[in-house]
């Protein structure tokens, strides 16, 4: 199923629905890629950290379905990314000659740090839906202008349309953008 | 009469000619629904700075062959799953 307009992926997630490994995939790997930054993982390192998360939630299965007593779904995945970095950076200090296994050190602003890309990653869905919310011109109006930060007029021509136009769907796909937003927020 | 939505990014972003401008300005010394709709511009401004910056946190390359590795590992599993049924 595609968590298009009616639903999105985390709503599916909380209400304990089956979710399927490609969609999983899709909506969580730059997270998790950005963890495995903030980990200092190589890029080798951070292939094996998606993988390792991927196979920790579906064990195999081509889906699965949350177990809601494990609490907030951010915390958990947070958790989980967490303990899959560890066991790499366990494993490559094994092969460094004078390295003890140790617990990964994790700078004190981590836990801050994680909720700021847990709500960037919000934001970064909250276009996604918008996109398939509102009208394409509208959109790219928007995305052009206020995303991209190209001139009000070159998307105007562009977009065979007004200067005007523009800055209408600036205002109106903001104020839309903001209520998926909250609503994503609301979905955990 | 109020200023525009348009009008008043318009104002925000100094694109407006200096004559409209000044007029503008006097319009919202004394008007406060504009002054309102151009604080809500400025808290939009604030939200999609961080849209472009989450944006660009969250664009990362894509990566064809561990997306292939996982839809082999996917695959495999349901082969053993289809053919002990
Ligand atoms: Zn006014």
């Known amino acids: 199923m595609a968590y298009t307009t009616k639903k999105s992926l985390l709503e599916a997630i909380r209400n304990g629905d089956e979710v399927s490994w490609y969609e999983f995939y899709e909506t969580y790997r730059p997270l998790i890629v950005v963890r495995g930054r903030d980990y200092k993982l190589n890029s080798a390192e951070i292939d094996e950290l998606i993988q390792s998360v991927m196979l920790r939630f579906f064990n195999r299965s081509r889906s699965f379905v949350y177990d809601r007593s494990q609490g907030r779904f951010r915390d958990y995945l947070g958790v989980m990314i967490y303990h899959c970095a560890l066991n790499i950076i366990r494993s490559r200090r094994k092969n460094e000659i004078g390295c003890g296994d140790g617990e990964l050190e994790m700078p004190a602003e981590d836990d801050s740090r994680w909720h700021r890309e847990w709500e960037q990653h919000i934001l970064t869905q909250a276009l996604k839906q918008l996109q398939l919310q509102i009208e394409e011109t509208t959109f790219q109006a928007f995305e052009l202008y206020a995303v991209k930060g190209e001139a009000p007029e070159k998307v105007a021509r562009f977009l065979k349309t007004s200067v005007n136009m523009v800055y209408v769907a600036k205002s109106r796909a903001t104020s839309r953008l903001r209520k998926i937003v909250k609503q994503l927020q609301d979905e955990e | ?85």
Do not use: W
């Open chain 2, 1 to 85: 009469m109020h200023y525009a939505i348009h009008e008043l990014d318009q104002y925000r972003s100094r694109t407006m000619n200096l004559f409209r401008r000044l007029a503008c300005r006097c319009h919202l010394l004394h008007c406060q629904k504009c002054r309102a709709q151009l604080r809500q511009l400025e808290q939009d401004d604030l939200f999609l700075a961080e849209l472009r910056q989450s944006e660009q946190r969250m664009d990362v390359p894509e990566n064809p062959s561990e997306y292939r590795k996982l839809c082999g590992i996917f695959e495999e599993e349901r082969h053993k799953r289809e053919s002990s049924i």
